[in-house]
T-cell receptor, first 115, second 113 residues
């Protein structure tokens, strides 16, 4: 149980275009989903926290107009990178949490390369 | 906000030896401390976690200790094997912050056969 999927697993896009990444909890309802970014050989940095039906809470330094997060249902959250630039190239990982439980279940990640 | 420091950044041990990774945290309200193993290009995998009402937890070759007074916790891996080679991350969270995880910088563990 507690499986989280992400789609796509990797994507290459041109500078200036937008990319949407989906995060799904497959066998549980995720009241909260988190989006992380991980640059090579670095730690996971939280970008934003999203709760179903409400606006996402962004961490300091993360542009909410550039990284659009939608948590429309208890099983799906999406991250859209708008007007992507090469410096947005990174590994994006989502995680999902059920209820008030502490444990977060991580998706497999999406490798974004902006050319 | 919470700040988590992790040491060492790299650790090389001989197969069969023990490995210890240490983390310190700043927010005394933090009450959940998970450890993750991440292989290259893959998702972090939870290997063990501890809550603040417990001082030690063990699962086969892996153990975690927590010192709330000193605000530090450690991961202990005994009888290391080459397949233990990976990057390990500690993290801390508190319900007061919506259970968001703050990660340490990571430790690259290399187990030499």
């Amino acid at each position: 149980g507690a499986v989280v999927s992400q789609h796509p697993s990797w994507v290459i896009c041109k500078s200036g275009t937008s990319v949407k990444i989906e995060c799904r909890s497959l066998d549980f309802q995720a009241t909260t989903m988190f989006w992380y970014r991980q640059f090579p050989k670095q730690s996971l940095m939280l970008m934003a926290t999203s709760n179903e039906g409400s606006k996402a809470t962004y961490e300091q330094g993360v542009e909410k107009d550039k990284f659009l997060i939608n948590h429309a249902s208890l099983t799906l959250s999406t991250l859209t990178v708008t007007s992507a630039h090469p410096e947005d190239s990174s590994f994006y990982i989502c995680s999902a949490m059920a209820g008030i439980a502490y444990e977060q279940y991580f998706g497999p990640g999406t490798r974004l390369t902006v050319t | 906000g919470e700040n988590v420091e992790q040491h060492p950044s790299t650790l090389s041990v001989q197969e069969g030896d023990s490995a210890v990774i240490k983390c310190t945290y700043s927010d005394s309200a933090s009450n959940y401390f998970p450890w993750y193993k991440q292989e290259l290009g893959k998702r972090p995998q939870l290997i063990i976690d501890i809550r603040s009402n417990v001082g030690e937890k063990k699962d086969q070759r892996i153990a975690v200790t927590l010192n709330k007074t000193a605000k530090h916790f450690s991961l202990h891996i005994t009888e290391t094997q080459p397949e233990d080679s990976a990057v390990y991350f500690c993290a801390a969270s508190t319900a007061q912050e919506g259970n968001m995880l703050t990660f340490g910088g990571g430790t690259r563990l290399m187990v030499k056969p």
